[in-house]
């Protein structure tokens, strides 16, 4: 059976089983309802989109759901290449929120394992945690498992969280029964008979005799403490089950394999990398399979990593990309021997066997392979400065004498330039001397809490989770009127005033959070900012205005920032809500030219564009998107003649609403990165030339854009670049301050508009004749000051010191160098005051740097009077001072310091 087989086969026993199917999250984790997940940089598992349900702040589309989640974990990294480990892995998982649970959904579990995919169930054992009597009684009487193949162990190990019942924390939890395919011979296992067959079991599986397939988890209690700080368990009154099983495991067992990377998922990755590199891959730990199979399993890895809009760079999720990137590199060029980028040629084979199933493979596929290039490239010139590095530090006299390189310096060549500390120890014992295993461990463990406090876990809903969970047990969700109406009718569910929930909010300095059943406000999303407007009632016939002076979207409400300076709103009044029509317009100006910009962006620069990110507001539009090179100015023409062509062009801006996500994938629909969409989107065309999806407000005609003007182009990371234009009455105001700035200009140069390029130039021209002219004049000068400069003799030294009043630097070196040249053999040391700014120079001929003397310590120390400083080279140097009030004692210190220099 094929990995695509059993991926499908799975769906379909679920889907068998009243499940409804669901698509994985990215890797970027985001929740079922769009938020951003910040305690952890990357999806780790099937159920962590789920997290809003699995609390109650959400409720879920169906209460069975199944999916096959695409994640990473980067915990063992460094363990990469062997036959085990994985950064990137697909999760199955079948999910219960208050429906089934252990009754069914073991005997499912088994029904799967051993009829479905046939795995051998006499190869199989289970755990259950030691006090769950129920899922033990399951597996023993319903499934007919004897009792020494039920291991029953302790919270540490079949609990989640892990020792919650002893250590917190309080909320969800509950036991879990993990299942365990036996992947040694019977003949390897232990038999000691004075052992109880959980210790055999227990000695086995830390012997790797045993391969962790499947895991359920039943959460059924709501953990809370006694007044003493005794733990409680209080059943929940819906109990729910996570399933997680491991995709690529399974598929290694039941494609009887010894590894995952034998099965067809790595096959031609593997196949690709021996016909590349002309070697061929054994199957075995040496240097040279190992390290097959660290770029086999890494190029999986960073293909879907970028596919979901994760590009390389230093910090978050871009560092650990970049390290795993650089760790493929690192073993291709020094193992396998890739001299040249190679990892972009292997790619297409994840791309092609996996691109089925994970559609955004192929969609953005000149984008990964493009990224994947320009990175490879950029480290192999670090790959080469870190060796350098090495063989320098190698060869301190600190290494060399008590020849052992220290932890701290090979901690900076792990973190700085990617060398595992394996590598590492190798090159510096090839050189007789060790490594400071202690000190590497002491400066990793300072960086793992440095990075541990700055990923620290965050509330899914911050401030606002405990009102919402209160809301959403007596209300509906927030209807969104906003795409036709700009005002309507509505009542307040709820008022919200520091994170707490209020019946009433009268006049106060603060700002607080009104939700309305429906409203016709935008809430900020997908980069376009909330709607401001106002909300108007009467009472006792005076009209009461509050303003809103923003909208937010949490768990599905509305939530509208007011700020009452008069009356009170309270819970479940009647009130008018109106949009501020001339901001939402130009908000949709920018948004509708967002889209065209990306557009023409694709079309002048390549399919390898694609959102990193955006900001819409009423005032401009700013466009992050994929690119790995400023723009030219004439792309940047190009586009924006693009842009106002579609403008012009009058096309009228369609919008379809509840399309089936893959049909409008294969419509070509753009899609935002990192966005996790539903079974039904929307889509936002301007037929012939732009189709995305998207959630925002559009204008109805591409003509009501108006202009657009692009105003700035840079770089805001490695491979992204940020457009920033304006639209529409920006556009006009932008054009207006043009044209007044040249309007002054040309007054200045007493021309007219059309006629300043011009002037300019014929002005640039005369003031370089003009400097010309005054070089000749000062050279001149110089000839005559030269004969007037008299030197005295000290130690035998012909010595010219003087002041030469308004001076450059300029004007001092030619100087100097005429009197050196006019006496033949000197020391010359010039000074002068020209802006309020000190400056030396000296001059030193030839013939006497033998003896000694040295124009840029000599210079050095003459500054240092005037409170300066400076140096250079041994016949010619310069400095500067802040203090003009010491030029003449400066320059009065030269004698002696000539004396004292020569030999």
């Given at each position: 059976?094929?990995?695509?087989?059993?991926?499908?086969?799975?769906?379909?026993?679920?889907?068998?089983?009243?499940?409804?199917?669901?698509?994985?999250?990215?890797?970027?984790?985001?929740?079922?309802?769009?938020?951003?997940?910040?305690?952890?940089?990357?999806?780790?598992?099937?159920?962590?989109?789920?997290?809003?349900?699995?609390?109650?702040?959400?409720?879920?589309?169906?209460?069975?759901?199944?999916?096959?989640?695409?994640?990473?974990?980067?915990?063992?990294?460094?363990?990469?290449?062997?036959?085990?480990?994985?950064?990137?892995?697909?999760?199955?998982?079948?999910?219960?929120?208050?429906?089934?649970?252990?009754?069914?959904?073991?005997?499912?579990?088994?029904?799967?394992?051993?009829?479905?995919?046939?795995?051998?169930?006499?190869?199989?054992?289970?755990?259950?945690?030691?006090?769950?009597?129920?899922?033990?009684?399951?597996?023993?009487?319903?499934?007919?498992?004897?009792?020494?193949?039920?291991?029953?162990?302790?919270?540490?190990?079949?609990?989640?969280?892990?020792?919650?019942?002893?250590?917190?924390?309080?909320?969800?939890?509950?036991?879990?029964?993990?299942?365990?395919?036996?992947?040694?011979?019977?003949?390897?296992?232990?038999?000691?008979?004075?052992?109880?067959?959980?210790?055999?079991?227990?000695?086995?599986?830390?012997?790797?005799?045993?391969?962790?397939?499947?895991?359920?988890?039943?959460?059924?209690?709501?953990?809370?403490?006694?007044?003493?700080?005794?733990?409680?368990?209080?059943?929940?009154?819906?109990?729910?089950?996570?399933?997680?099983?491991?995709?690529?495991?399974?598929?290694?067992?039941?494609?009887?394999?010894?590894?995952?990377?034998?099965?067809?998922?790595?096959?031609?990755?593997?196949?690709?990398?021996?016909?590349?590199?002309?070697?061929?891959?054994?199957?075995?730990?040496?240097?040279?399979?190992?390290?097959?199979?660290?770029?086999?399993?890494?190029?999986?890895?960073?293909?879907?990593?970028?596919?979901?809009?994760?590009?390389?760079?230093?910090?978050?999720?871009?560092?650990?990309?970049?390290?795993?990137?650089?760790?493929?590199?690192?073993?291709?060029?020094?193992?396998?021997?890739?001299?040249?980028?190679?990892?972009?040629?292997?790619?297409?084979?994840?791309?092609?066997?996996?691109?089925?199933?994970?559609?955004?493979?192929?969609?953005?596929?000149?984008?990964?392979?493009?990224?994947?290039?320009?990175?490879?490239?950029?480290?192999?010139?670090?790959?080469?400065?870190?060796?350098?590095?090495?063989?320098?530090?190698?060869?301190?006299?600190?290494?060399?004498?008590?020849?052992?390189?220290?932890?701290?310096?090979?901690?900076?060549?792990?973190?700085?330039?990617?060398?595992?500390?394996?590598?590492?120890?190798?090159?510096?014992?090839?050189?007789?001397?060790?490594?400071?295993?202690?000190?590497?461990?002491?400066?990793?463990?300072?960086?793992?809490?440095?990075?541990?406090?700055?990923?620290?876990?965050?509330?899914?809903?911050?401030?606002?989770?405990?009102?919402?969970?209160?809301?959403?047990?007596?209300?509906?969700?927030?209807?969104?009127?906003?795409?036709?109406?700009?005002?309507?009718?509505?009542?307040?569910?709820?008022?919200?005033?520091?994170?707490?929930?209020?019946?009433?909010?009268?006049?106060?300095?603060?700002?607080?959070?009104?939700?309305?059943?429906?409203?016709?406000?935008?809430?900020?999303?997908?980069?376009?900012?909330?709607?401001?407007?106002?909300?108007?009632?009467?009472?006792?016939?005076?009209?009461?205005?509050?303003?809103?002076?923003?909208?937010?979207?949490?768990?599905?409400?509305?939530?509208?920032?007011?700020?009452?300076?008069?009356?009170?709103?309270?819970?479940?009044?009647?009130?008018?809500?109106?949009?501020?029509?001339?901001?939402?317009?130009?908000?949709?100006?920018?948004?509708?030219?967002?889209?065209?910009?990306?557009?023409?962006?694709?079309?002048?620069?390549?399919?390898?564009?694609?959102?990193?990110?955006?900001?819409?507001?009423?005032?401009?539009?700013?466009?992050?998107?994929?690119?790995?090179?400023?723009?030219?100015?004439?792309?940047?023409?190009?586009?924006?003649?693009?842009?106002?062509?579609?403008?012009?062009?009058?096309?009228?801006?369609?919008?379809?609403?509840?399309?089936?996500?893959?049909?409008?994938?294969?419509?070509?629909?753009?899609?935002?990165?990192?966005?996790?969409?539903?079974?039904?989107?929307?889509?936002?065309?301007?037929?012939?030339?732009?189709?995305?999806?998207?959630?925002?407000?559009?204008?109805?005609?591409?003509?009501?854009?108006?202009?657009?003007?692009?105003?700035?182009?840079?770089?805001?990371?490695a491979g992204v670049r940020r457009i920033e234009a304006v639209t529409g009455s920006g556009a006009y105001a932008y054009v207006n301050r043009k044209e007044e700035a040249l309007a002054h200009l040309a007054g200045v140069l007493k021309t007219n508009v059309h006629d300043v390029?011009?002037?300019?130039?014929?002005?640039?021209?005369?003031?370089?004749?003009?400097?010309?002219?005054?070089?000749?004049?000062?050279?001149?000068?110089?000839?005559?000051?030269?004969?007037?400069?008299?030197?005295?003799?000290?130690?035998?030294?012909?010595?010219?010191?003087?002041?030469?009043?308004?001076?450059?630097?300029?004007?001092?070196?030619?100087?100097?160098?005429?009197?050196?040249?006019?006496?033949?053999?000197?020391?010359?040391?010039?000074?002068?005051?020209?802006?309020?700014?000190?400056?030396?120079?000296?001059?030193?001929?030839?013939?006497?740097?033998?003896?000694?003397?040295?124009?840029?310590?000599?210079?050095?120390?003459?500054?240092?009077?005037?409170?300066?400083?400076?140096?250079?080279?041994?016949?010619?140097?310069?400095?500067?001072?802040?203090?003009?009030?010491?030029?003449?004692?400066?320059?009065?210190?030269?004698?002696?310091?000539?004396?004292?220099?020569?030999?």
């Amino acid at each position: 059976m094929l990995a695509h087989q059993l991926r499908q086969k799975y769906l379909d026993f679920f889907v068998s089983k009243e499940h409804l199917l669901l698509p994985g999250a990215p890797l970027v984790p985001v929740d079922a309802l769009g938020n951003l997940d910040t305690s952890t940089l990357f999806t780790s598992a099937g159920m962590q989109q789920f997290k809003p349900y699995f609390i109650g702040a959400a409720i879920p589309p169906k209460s069975r759901i199944a999916t096959v989640q695409k994640c990473l974990r980067t915990n063992d990294i460094d363990s990469v290449g062997d036959f085990s480990h994985c950064t990137l892995f697909e999760m199955l998982g079948n999910f219960s929120f208050g429906d089934y649970f252990k009754g069914e959904v073991i005997p499912w579990t088994w029904d799967f394992l051993t009829n479905v995919v046939g795995v051998d169930g006499d190869r199989l054992c289970v755990t259950v945690f030691e006090e769950d009597d129920e899922a033990f009684a399951i597996w023993r009487d319903v499934i007919g498992l004897t009792e020494d193949r039920i291991h029953r162990l302790p919270e540490s190990k079949n609990y989640w969280p892990a020792n919650a019942i002893s250590e917190g924390p309080n909320g969800p939890c509950g036991p879990c029964s993990e299942i365990f395919y036996r992947v040694a011979p019977l003949e390897e296992m232990t038999t000691t008979a004075n052992l109880t067959p959980t210790q055999r079991y227990l000695i086995d599986d830390d012997a790797g005799r045993y391969l962790e397939v499947w895991n359920n988890v039943f959460t059924q209690f709501d953990r809370a403490e006694t007044a003493d700080g005794k733990p409680l368990l209080n059943p929940l009154p819906k109990k729910n089950n996570d399933t997680g099983a491991g995709f690529d495991r399974i598929a290694y067992v039941i494609q009887g394999k010894k590894s995952v990377f034998e099965t067809d998922l790595f096959q031609p990755t593997l196949e690709q990398i021996g016909e590349l590199s002309k070697r061929s891959y054994g199957g075995s730990m040496s240097p040279v399979d190992f390290a097959f199979r660290v770029v086999a399993e890494h190029i999986r890895s960073m293909t879907f990593c970028i596919a979901d809009g994760i590009l390389p760079s230093n910090e978050g999720r871009g560092y650990v990309l970049r390290y795993i990137m650089r760790r493929a590199v690192r073993y291709g060029k020094m193992v396998l021997g890739f001299e040249e980028p190679f990892l972009h040629d292997i790619a297409p084979k994840i791309i092609a066997s996996m691109g089925d199933f994970y559609t955004e493979l192929k969609e953005r596929e000149e984008l990964i392979l493009r990224t994947i290039f320009d990175e490879e490239e950029r480290f192999r010139r670090t790959l080469d400065t870190g060796l350098t590095q090495l063989r320098q530090l190698l060869k301190t006299e600190k290494v060399e004498t008590e020849k052992i390189l220290p932890g701290k310096d090979a901690f900076t060549l792990y973190d700085t330039y990617g060398f595992p500390l394996r590598l590492t120890e190798e090159i510096v014992q090839e050189a007789g001397l060790t490594v400071d295993l202690a000190g590497f461990d002491k400066a990793m463990e300072a960086q793992r809490h440095r990075s541990r406090e700055a990923s620290g876990e965050k509330e899914v809903f911050g401030a606002y989770r405990d009102a919402l969970l209160q809301v959403s047990q007596q209300n509906p969700l927030t209807e969104f009127l906003g795409y036709t109406e700009l005002s309507a009718s509505a009542k307040i569910l709820a008022i919200i005033q520091d994170g707490a929930l209020v019946k009433t909010a009268s006049a106060s300095p603060n700002s607080v959070e009104v939700i309305l059943d429906r409203t016709p406000f935008y809430a900020e999303s997908g980069g376009q900012v909330g709607d401001t407007g106002v909300l108007r009632y009467s009472e006792s016939d005076t009209v009461f205005t509050v303003d809103v002076a923003d909208t937010k979207k949490v768990a599905g409400y509305f939530l509208h920032v007011v700020n009452i300076n008069d009356g009170a709103l309270q819970v479940g009044r009647e009130v008018h809500a109106e949009v501020n029509r001339e901001q939402r317009l130009a908000t949709m100006r920018n948004h509708t030219a967002t889209h065209l910009l990306q557009a023409a962006l694709r079309k002048v620069l390549g399919g390898h564009v694609y959102q990193k990110g955006s900001s819409v507001s009423p005032e401009r539009l700013r466009f992050d998107f994929t690119h790995s090179s400023p723009m030219t100015d004439a792309q940047i023409h190009e586009i924006e003649e693009i842009v106002n062509a579609q403008s012009l062009a009058d096309t009228g801006v369609i919008i379809h609403t509840d399309i089936p996500v893959a049909e409008a994938k294969e419509r070509g629909a753009m899609a935002l990165f990192g966005e996790k969409y539903g079974d039904k989107v929307r889509m936002v065309e301007v037929p012939g030339f732009s189709l995305e999806l998207c959630g925002g407000t559009h204008l109805n005609h591409t003509s009501q854009v108006g202009l657009c003007k692009i105003v700035a182009e840079t770089g805001v990371a490695a491979g992204v670049r940020r457009i920033e234009a304006v639209t529409g009455s920006g556009a006009y105001a932008y054009v207006n301050r043009k044209e007044e700035a040249l309007a002054h200009l040309a007054g200045v140069l007493k021309t007219n508009v059309h006629d300043v390029a011009t002037a300019l130039d014929k002005l640039i021209s005369q003031n370089r004749e003009l400097t010309q002219q005054v070089r000749q004049l000062k050279s001149g000068q110089g000839v005559a000051q030269v004969a007037e400069l008299t030197p005295t003799t000290v130690s035998g030294v012909a010595v010219v010191c003087q002041a030469i009043p308004a001076a450059d630097v300029e004007t001092l070196s030619n100087l100097a160098d005429r009197t050196a040249q006019h006496l033949g053999s000197a020391v010359v040391v010039l000074g002068s005051v020209n802006e309020g700014k000190v400056t030396f120079v000296a001059k030193v001929t030839a013939d006497l740097l033998s003896q000694g003397l040295h124009a840029g310590n000599l210079v050095r120390e003459v500054a240092k009077i005037a409170g300066g400083g400076g140096g250079g080279r041994p016949d010619f140097a310069q400095a500067g001072g802040r203090n003009p009030d010491k030029l003449e004692e400066a320059l009065a210190s030269v004698p002696a310091l000539v004396a004292a220099q020569k030999r």
